[in-house]
């Protein structure tokens, strides 16, 4: 059982605040660092296509500045990967990107596109970058993750943080808890993530097969309140709550 989850914080959404106004300022670097002091084990951030938030520049300054590791978002598209090849983050997570979305829907279709992902991942790993799929809770989608080379799925946690049922909440968690165990049992390191709080974190903290969350928006959003470094001292506090009931 492990006994520590890896908190990898997305600052995408700072940068979001500071496009609103085509200024430097919040600057998600200073927001990176703050998490890091805070205990953050990694730094998140999601190149799209249009830059609506975090800018080719972003992702080369967090890169080079932050004393952890950085797991680099994005679209499986030759431009991507290119930046990719480039930047040489800690780790790539390919994720579905539509323009008119407001944030990333649902998990990618391995399923439809395997020689295409295949091929990407095999660009990513030969530069020493890790592979990792935003995937649904899909038996299927996991299996095909393994199949095209992937070393870690991300679970899509969206659906779950935003039913308010009890019924349907437990329901999709053990979805989760299922396809986490799936996922292991294929060799694939499991992470989470989307949309969770403090409050939704702690069920998925202790499913025992996740070792890694990436959460963003919440973080963000209560900064306002509690400032940056606090907020990530919350949320870590509450995924250890999680842990800590993996075994009650």
Partial sequence: MKNKIRLFVNVDHVATIREARKTVEPDPLRAA??????GADGITVHLREDRRHIQDGDVYR????????LNLEMAAIDEMVQIAMKTKPFQVSLVPEKRQEITTEGGLDIVS???HLKKIGEQIKAQGI???LFVDSDLQQIDASREVGAESVEINTGLYSELRDDAA???ELEKIGKA????????LRVFAGHGLTDENVVAIAG??????LNIGHSLVSRSVYYGFE???KNMLKAIQTGITQRSH
């Fill in 230 to 232: 606090q907020t990530v």
């Fill in 62 to 69: 967090i890169r080079e500045k932050i004393n952890t590791v």
């Fill in 180 to 187: 986490a165990r799936h996922a292991a049992e294929q060799g």
């Fill in 130 to 132: 890790r592979f990792s």
């Fill in 169 to 171: 909440v437990q329901q």
């Fill in 113 to 115: 596109q395997k020689e």
């Fill in 207 to 212: 499913i025992p097969e996740i070792e890694e």
């Fill in 33 to 38: 660092l703050l998490a890091e002091k805070a």
